[in-house]
């Protein structure tokens, strides 16, 4: 073997960079069509809007998981790595910068504001782009593409003129969701819809020909009172049949307006008569068109009432809701006010009350586009969606399809192919985001398409399911007539404590500036694939990175383990020892080797369920318990270290199999192993690197010999449970007997020669015996700890007990005290504020050891009291 300084720990802060430029290098992660199977991943292009957040480094992991392991297994991997402009969200951030510096955007003017745009893109596209990277991301980084290009301004700009000339596309004056704040229309699915208590005001409106009478109206909007254009009714509400085409006098515009009838209004809801304002509400303008009613526009794109407002022009909705409110109480107009629940709209990304407004708007046919999409997504399994429930979301979606708003009052993004002058001055629109995003599939492969497309994988949060994915669904088929993807998966959402989404613009994400030096990417990547089980959102805790690092470690230390292998040397003595030791060799790698096929054939399906956490947890469970715990143990003892070159080659091919498959997990450690991973003559160093290897292909299982070895495993764990919790020190050897436990008539399965060795080694026993059929050891004596596995039942002889009954209930003393100083240290505020993560960790960290100290001493307690008593 050829020496090499090995560290105690892997230093990934050192070595992951060194890894990833080496990768990237190479090109090992570019791709060009050729004779291969193409798979084929589109990243969902981050905003640029700031840094990532934990939910970007879930979506990405598990992404780069899936490329790595179809690179293993021989496809012509292509991850395409995309940033998004972001229209709204990334002018929002510049226009608050530029008024923290007392400018706006009118006053520095469209180019200098593009050029300050760029600069921003230019800045945090190098923060998510390293980001990425750090992380481990294999895209192919020469396909990198901008949402803004040139080249797909171009293709948006054809999609548009193509729309608009098939007759797709019209310019509408209309009802619109506005954001004040933003300045800018937003689509319905751009708006989020939260669950809040607010009142509803109970106003009289004084019937014209007798001002003694009125009609209650139940309003949540007092504000808009001055737009009022009728007061409307249900046509069989018997309360106000007789005043149905009367007029009422408007408080305070003391305006006169028309009550009518329509089916809309909901008899049971406040006083069963409601205000019809038609400029401010989508419904009420739907009704207005109905009846022929007048549309007076009473908000401006402030959020401030207007002329028509009289009295109260200029003032915001919410200031004009509180003074017209106290103007109606001093005028006896207010009868009263009830609260009640309600979902409140709010624009997405300014997190601003969205104000409904009139508006010249380009909008998109959805009906006439969707026809071939909604045909093709309810066939069985056309686009495989995971998790299945996807599906009636995706129904629903379609059931309930508006025209799509695609203009925005913006001038950062897509501009709309028309421009034209107001007020000397010239308007500029873009388009919606998402009208470029919804192309994208087409547009980053639009010469090589044939080999590219459909696109293998897309996974993504369900968040975006309504914004993008159904739209690149809805663009695929009729554009192309062809489905974009052949598979999508949903991964869960990252929440914070509170259980809110992770997101840049509520800051609610740790920094990964810190997480990514307290703990590198292997074990972050690791934390947060245990912490997501497939399609289910997760609230995030920064204790799984510790699990991570736990699992890096093991390899490590395996690795460290391997490495002290050494070659036997050509004597008698040695020769004497291969004879002994070849065939309880030759038997316990034949059934790890069976166990670790067996493994594969499980992984390989569990990957196509894209079962990601279950896939990690499973093949490091093996890798701790079978291969470290059981075989690499064994090989240990009983060779003392010292191996045929035969053996240790098995040993060695069968180390580098199980890097091949953590490594789409556990990419850099994997790397730096298998790059140092070789012996005498560099037999087994390929220059070739890991990422680029060969995924092992299933083979056929020796059931027996696995169920064989399952046995062992569980006796041996029965073994060190009993030493634990009785303080048998693994000097002392033992005596195990075995019988059936249910069916006496039935001969119990022999332990063989072989395995009573590798038990007698592992187990550190005097002997294991197959006690006669119809001889049972007394369970009820205290001479015997039993244990039962299936239909065999266990004796262990108990040695002699020395237990110090006086020392446990010493120590269990001493760690309550631990823990109770632990816990008041996680508690104090200033502590959390001002120590280091890292100490804080460390704090976590000893109260879970306490905790588990703790436990074992109280069950070990227990234990003893019994044994003692029998």
């Given at each position: 073997?050829?020496?090499?300084?090995?560290?105690?720990?892997?230093?990934?802060?050192k070595?992951?960079?060194?890894?990833?430029?080496?990768?990237?290098?190479?090109?090992?992660?570019?791709?060009?069509?050729?004779?291969?199977?193409?798979?084929?991943?589109?990243?969902?292009?981050?905003?640029?809007?700031?840094?990532?957040?934990?939910?970007?480094?879930?979506?990405?992991?598990?992404?780069?998981?899936?490329t790595?392991?179809?690179?293993?297994?021989?496809?012509?991997?292509?991850?395409?790595?995309?940033?998004?402009?972001a229209?709204?969200?990334?002018?929002?951030?510049?226009?608050?910068?530029?008024?923290?510096?007392?400018?706006?955007?009118?006053?520095?003017?469209?180019?200098?504001?593009?050029?300050?745009?760029?600069?921003?893109?230019?800045?945090?596209?190098k923060?998510?782009?390293?980001?990425?990277?750090?992380?481990?991301?294999?895209?192919?980084?020469?396909?990198?593409?901008?949402?803004?290009?040139?080249?797909?301004?171009?293709?948006?700009?054809?999609?548009?003129?193509?729309?608009?000339?098939?007759?797709?596309?019209?310019?509408?004056?209309?009802?619109?969701?506005?954001?004040?704040?933003?300045?800018?229309?937003?689509?319905?699915?751009?708006?989020?819809?939260?669950?809040?208590?607010?009142?509803?005001?109970?106003?009289?409106?004084?019937?014209?020909?007798?001002?003694?009478?009125?009609?209650?109206?139940?309003?949540?909007?007092?504000?808009?009172?001055?737009?009022?254009?009728?007061?409307?009714?249900?046509?069989?509400?018997?309360?106000?049949?007789?005043?149905?085409?009367?007029?009422?006098?408007?408080?305070i515009?003391?305006?006169?307006?028309?009550?009518?009838a329509?089916?809309?209004?909901?008899?049971?809801?406040?006083s069963?008569?409601?205000?019809?304002?038609?400029?401010?509400?989508?419904?009420?303008?739907?009704?207005?068109?109905?009846?022929?009613?007048?549309?007076?526009?009473?908000?401006?794109?402030?959020?401030?009432?207007n002329?028509?407002?009289?009295?109260?022009?200029?003032?915001?909705?919410?200031?004009?809701?509180?003074?017209?409110?106290?103007?109606?109480?001093?005028?006896?107009?207010?009868?009263?006010i009830?609260?009640?629940?309600?979902?409140?709209?709010?624009?997405?990304?300014?997190?601003?009350?969205?104000?409904?407004?009139?508006?010249?708007?380009?909008?998109?046919?959805?009906?006439?586009?969707?026809?071939?999409?909604?045909?093709?997504?309810?066939?069985?399994?056309?686009?495989?969606?995971?998790?299945?429930k996807?599906?009636?979301?995706?129904?629903?979606?379609?059931?309930?399809?508006?025209?799509?708003?695609?203009?925005?009052?913006?001038?950062?993004?897509?501009?709309?192919?028309?421009?034209?002058?107001?007020?000397?001055?010239?308007?500029?629109?873009?388009?919606?985001?998402?009208?470029?995003?919804?192309?994208?599939?087409?547009?980053?492969?639009?010469?090589?398409?044939?080999?590219?497309?459909?696109?293998?994988?897309?996974?993504?949060?369900?968040?975006?399911?309504?914004?993008?994915v159904?739209?690149?669904?809805?663009?695929g088929?009729?554009?192309l007539?062809?489905?974009?993807?052949?598979?999508?998966y949903?991964?869960?959402?990252?929440?914070?404590?509170?259980?809110?989404?992770?997101?840049?613009?509520?800051?609610?994400?740790?920094?990964?500036?810190?997480?990514?030096?307290?703990?590198?990417?292997?074990?972050?990547?690791?934390?947060?694939?245990?912490?997501?089980?497939?399609?289910?959102?997760?609230?995030?805790?920064?204790?799984?990175?510790?699990?991570?690092?736990?699992?890096?470690n093991?390899?490590?230390?395996?690795?460290k383990?391997?490495?002290?292998?050494?070659?036997?040397?050509?004597?008698?003595?040695?020769?004497?020892?291969?004879?002994?030791?070849?065939?309880?060799?030759?038997?316990?790698?034949?059934?790890?080797?069976?166990?670790?096929?067996?493994?594969?054939?499980?992984?390989?399906?569990?990957?196509?369920?894209?079962?990601?956490?279950?896939?990690?947890?499973?093949?490091?469970?093996?890798?701790?318990?079978?291969?470290?715990?059981?075989?690499?143990?064994?090989?240990?003892?009983?060779n003392?270290?010292?191996?045929?070159?035969?053996?240790?080659?098995?040993?060695?091919?069968?180390?580098?199999?199980?890097?091949?498959?953590?490594?789409?997990?556990?990419?850099?450690?994997?790397?730096y192993?298998?790059s140092?991973?070789k012996?005498?003559?560099?037999?087994?160093?390929?220059?070739?690197?890991?990422?680029?290897?060969?995924?092992?292909?299933?083979?056929?299982?020796?059931?027996?010999?696995?169920?064989?070895?399952?046995?062992?495993?569980?006796?041996?764990?029965?073994?060190?449970?009993?030493?634990?919790?009785?303080?048998?020190?693994?000097?002392?050897?033992?005596?195990?007997?075995?019988?059936?436990?249910?069916?006496?008539?039935?001969?119990?399965?022999?332990?063989?020669?072989?395995?009573?060795?590798?038990?007698?080694?592992l187990?550190?026993?005097?002997?294991?015996?197959?006690l006669?059929?119809?001889?049972?050891k007394?369970?009820?004596?205290?001479?015997?700890?039993?244990?039962?596995?299936?239909d065999?039942?266990?004796?262990?002889?108990?040695?002699?007990?020395?237990?110090?009954l006086?020392?446990?209930?010493?120590?269990?003393?001493?760690?309550?005290?631990?823990?109770?100083?632990?816990?008041?240290?996680?508690?104090?505020?200033?502590?959390?504020?001002?120590?280091?993560?890292?100490?804080?960790?460390l704090?976590?960290?000893?109260?879970?050891?306490?905790?588990?100290?703790?436990k074992?001493?109280?069950?070990?307690?227990t234990?003893?009291?019994?044994?003692?008593?029998?």
């Open positions: 073997m050829n020496s090499i300084q090995i560290e105690k720990e892997y230093n990934f802060n070595n992951d960079k060194i890894i990833y430029n080496y990768w990237e290098k190479n090109q090992y992660f570019n791709s060009l069509p050729d004779n291969r199977l193409s798979y084929v991943v589109i990243m969902p292009p981050p905003n640029i809007t700031g840094v990532l957040h934990m939910g970007h480094i879930l979506n990405n992991t598990i992404q780069d998981v899936l790595r392991k179809a690179r293993l297994e021989g496809f012509n991997t292509c991850w395409v790595p995309g940033l998004d402009h229209s709204i969200a990334t002018e929002h951030k510049l226009i608050t910068e530029l008024k923290q510096k007392g400018i706006s955007k009118e006053k520095i003017g469209l180019k200098r504001f593009f050029k300050l745009a760029t600069k921003w893109k230019i800045k945090y596209s923060t998510i782009i390293k980001q990425l990277k750090q992380i481990g991301c294999s895209c192919d980084w020469q396909r990198l593409k901008f949402s803004l290009d040139d080249n797909f301004s171009k293709s948006v700009n054809k999609i548009f003129i193509k729309l608009y000339k098939d007759g797709y596309l019209y310019k509408n004056y209309g009802i619109v969701n506005w954001d004040t704040k933003t300045q800018t229309a937003l689509s319905n699915e751009e708006i989020q819809y939260k669950r809040c208590r607010v009142k509803l005001y109970y106003i009289k409106y004084k019937l014209k020909t007798d001002n003694k009478k009125y009609i209650l109206v139940a309003t949540r909007r007092p504000e808009t009172i001055f737009a009022d254009t009728a007061l409307c009714v249900n046509p069989t509400d018997k309360r106000y049949l007789k005043y149905i085409n009367k007029k009422v006098i408007v408080p515009s003391a305006k006169e307006i028309p009550i009518i329509d089916n809309y209004v909901d008899k049971q809801f406040g069963g008569c409601v205000k019809i304002t038609p400029a401010h509400d989508y419904n009420d303008k739907l009704i207005a068109e109905r009846h022929n009613l007048e549309i007076i526009n009473l908000i401006d794109k402030n959020g401030k009432l002329k028509s407002g009289l009295d109260f022009a200029g003032k915001s909705v919410t200031n004009a809701r509180r003074q017209i409110i106290d103007f109606l109480t001093t005028n006896k107009s207010l009868v009263k009830k609260e009640y629940n309600s979902q409140i709209g709010y624009s997405e990304r300014s997190n601003t009350e969205v104000e409904q407004l009139l508006s010249y708007q380009w909008v998109v046919k959805m009906k006439l586009l969707v026809k071939k999409a909604l045909h093709n997504i309810h066939k069985k399994d056309i686009i495989k969606l995971y998790p299945k996807i599906k009636n979301k995706i129904k629903d979606w379609f059931l309930n399809l508006k025209d799509w708003n695609i203009s925005r009052q913006l001038w950062w993004g897509h501009r709309i192919p028309e421009c034209y002058k107001t007020d000397k001055k010239v308007k500029v629109e873009v388009l919606d985001t998402w009208f470029s995003a919804w192309i994208w599939p087409i547009v980053i492969f639009k010469n090589e398409l044939q080999y590219y497309y459909p696109i293998t994988e897309l996974v993504t949060g369900d968040d975006i399911l309504f914004f993008w159904i739209r690149m669904i809805i663009a088929f009729f554009f007539q062809k489905k974009p993807f052949k598979n999508i949903f991964n869960g959402i990252v929440k914070d404590s509170n259980r809110l989404k992770m997101s840049k613009s509520l800051g609610n994400s740790p920094n990964l500036k810190k997480i990514f030096n307290l703990y590198g990417a292997d074990s972050i990547r690791c934390g947060i694939l245990i912490m997501a089980p497939i399609g289910k959102d997760m609230v995030f805790n920064p204790d799984t990175f510790l699990i991570g690092n736990k699992i890096k093991k390899i490590w230390n395996a690795f383990l391997i490495l002290t292998f050494h070659l036997t040397h050509k004597n008698k003595k040695n020769k004497k020892t291969k004879r002994e030791n070849l065939e309880i060799n030759n038997y316990m790698f034949s059934g790890i080797k069976n166990k670790f096929y067996l493994l594969v054939k499980l992984i390989n399906k569990l990957f196509k369920k894209y079962k990601l956490s279950k896939v990690l947890i499973i093949i490091y469970n093996f890798f701790k318990k079978d291969f470290c715990s059981l075989f690499l143990e064994s090989t240990k003892r009983i003392y270290y010292k191996l045929t070159y035969s053996f240790l080659k098995k040993i060695y091919k069968l180390f580098r199999n199980l890097l091949i498959i953590l490594h789409p997990f556990i990419p850099f450690i994997t790397e192993i298998w140092l991973l012996i005498k003559n560099n037999i087994f160093h390929n220059k070739k690197p890991l990422l680029i290897q060969k995924w092992p292909t299933e083979k056929k299982l020796n059931i027996n010999l696995l169920n064989e070895f399952k046995r062992i495993n569980k006796i041996l764990l029965q073994i060190r449970k009993f030493r634990s919790i009785y303080q048998i020190s693994n000097k002392i050897k033992l005596l195990v007997f075995c019988n059936n436990n249910k069916y006496q008539d039935q001969p119990i399965q022999p332990i063989q020669p072989i395995q009573q060795k590798i038990l007698i080694l187990g550190n026993l005097k002997t294991i015996k197959l006669k059929q119809n001889k049972n007394n369970n009820k004596s205290n001479k015997y700890y039993t244990f039962i596995l299936a065999e039942i266990y004796f262990i002889k108990r040695p002699k007990a020395r237990f110090d006086k020392q446990i209930k010493h120590e269990l003393s001493y760690y309550n005290n631990y823990l109770d100083k632990i816990i008041l240290t996680l508690t104090n505020s200033s502590f959390l504020k001002q120590a280091p993560q890292k100490i804080i960790n704090e976590k960290q000893k109260k879970r050891y306490c905790l588990n100290k703790i074992l001493l109280k069950f070990k307690l234990s003893i009291k019994l044994y003692n008593k029998n």
